[in-house]
């Protein structure tokens, strides 16, 4: 029988590859993010499917609780809940506006707090369930400009690893942690930008798809923690047994590699309210071979039907 999946963070990016890929395998869907236009779009992506959408902000009050209530209205359970949403900031930390700093951290630790109590409390009614959250290779180390990201991240890390121990009486209850590096969405373009560069992810890039597909895996085979990237372990080991050396490369290598040469006015980007125009599951950091190889195959079947009726 398929399985019921909930996707916070439905939208852009991660999520939205992490929604088709589910409804690739046949689970119905339920969507949730702040863009209801673009829930429309997605729910287009996954049509062959039953599929939700609720548009929901995890920073207001209620409003997880209501996105629950709405899935088990409308599909009588709830199997899978997976946690993408969140917001970034770019600017050093005195120079973030507090506000900016603020909504991120409720953005990204509360309301992935929030997720993980609504869905943990339903899962331990029901006796089962797999709740899979997004957290990120800067969970485990630092980068300049992004303070509240990073504090949300570590966040994240410790609250994962003190639910997990407390869901040791609980097998058929799973929380798993998936801990991508630098992944190829439009996060780094909708970002807050107090920093006056706009931010590109350092490489190496993964694809959004990629991170889907190990965020699916979970599901058939629960792990505490996964990591997507080529160079987190290194990077993990660099900043834990030399720290000095570490934090003496960082900035230049952040400058050099993490912030393009755009300039750009200060701005909140998506970190109160949706950007649709800017969601999207690529970011255009990466060429999207898929787009290579049948791009040209699609023109040149376009042309033929205009040709052949
Ligand atoms: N991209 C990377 O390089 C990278 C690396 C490591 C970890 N990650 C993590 O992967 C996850 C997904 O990131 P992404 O890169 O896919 O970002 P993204 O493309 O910007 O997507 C973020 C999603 O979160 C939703 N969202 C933002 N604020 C929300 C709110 N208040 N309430 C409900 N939904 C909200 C957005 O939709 P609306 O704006 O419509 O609400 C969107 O669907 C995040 O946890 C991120 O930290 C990303």
């Given at each position: 029988m398929s399985r019921v999946v909930v996707v916070v963070g439905a939208t852009s990016g991660i999520g939205r590859a992490t929604a088709r890929a589910f409804a690739e395998r046949g689970d119905r869907l339920v969507l949730a993010a702040r863009a209801s236009t673009t829930l429309a779009e997605v729910r287009g992506e996954c049509a062959a499917v039953d599929v939700l959408t609720v548009p929901t902000d995890v920073t207001e009050p209620g409003a997880l609780d209501a996105l629950v209530d709405a899935a088990l209205e409308r599909f009588g359970r709830v199997d899978v809940w997976v946690h993408t949403a969140a917001v970034m900031a770019y600017g050093r930390f005195d120079e973030l506006p507090g506000r900016?700093?603020?909504?991120?951290?409720?953005?990204?630790?509360?309301?992935?707090?929030?997720?993980?109590?609504?869905?943990?409390?339903?899962?331990?009614?029901?006796?089962?369930?797999?709740?899979?959250?997004?957290?990120?290779?800067?969970?485990?180390?630092?980068?300049?400009?992004?303070?509240?990201?990073?504090?949300?991240?570590?966040?994240i890390q410790g609250l994962v690893r003190t639910v997990q121990q407390e869901l040791r009486d609980s097998p058929e209850i799973r929380l798993c942690l998936v801990n991508p590096g630098s992944v190829?969405?439009?996060?780094?373009?909708?970002?807050?930008?107090?920093?006056?560069?706009?931010?590109?992810?350092?490489?190496?890039?993964?694809?959004?798809?990629?991170?889907?597909?190990?965020?699916?895996?979970?599901?058939?085979?629960?792990?505490?923690?996964?990591?997507?990237?080529?160079?987190?372990?290194?990077?993990?080991?660099?900043?834990?047994?030399?720290?000095?050396?570490?934090?003496?490369?960082?900035?230049?290598?952040?400058?050099?590699?993490?912030?393009s040469g755009r300039p750009v006015a200060a701005h909140d980007g998506s970190v109160f309210a949706p950007n649709p125009c800017g969601e999207a599951v690529r970011g255009g950091h990466l060429p999207d071979l898929r787009k290579i190889v049948f791009g040209p195959v699609s023109v040149v079947g376009a042309a033929l039907r205009r040709r052949f009726g």
């Open positions: 900016v700093f603020d909504q991120v951290v409720r953005t990204d630790l509360l309301g992935t707090a929030e997720s993980v109590r609504v869905a943990l409390r339903h899962f331990r009614a029901a006796g089962a369930g797999t709740v899979i959250l997004t957290g990120s290779l800067l969970g485990h180390i630092t980068a300049p400009y992004m303070s509240a990201y990073v504090a949300s991240k570590w966040g190829d969405t439009p996060v780094y373009q909708q970002a807050a930008n107090y920093l006056g560069r706009v931010g590109r992810p350092p490489p190496p890039v993964t694809s959004p798809q990629r991170v889907a597909r190990a965020i699916v895996d979970c599901v058939d085979r629960p792990r505490r923690e996964v990591s997507v990237g080529r160079l987190n372990v290194v990077l993990r080991a660099g900043f834990t047994v030399l720290p000095g050396v570490y934090d003496v490369l960082v900035g230049p290598l952040m400058r050099a590699a993490g912030l």
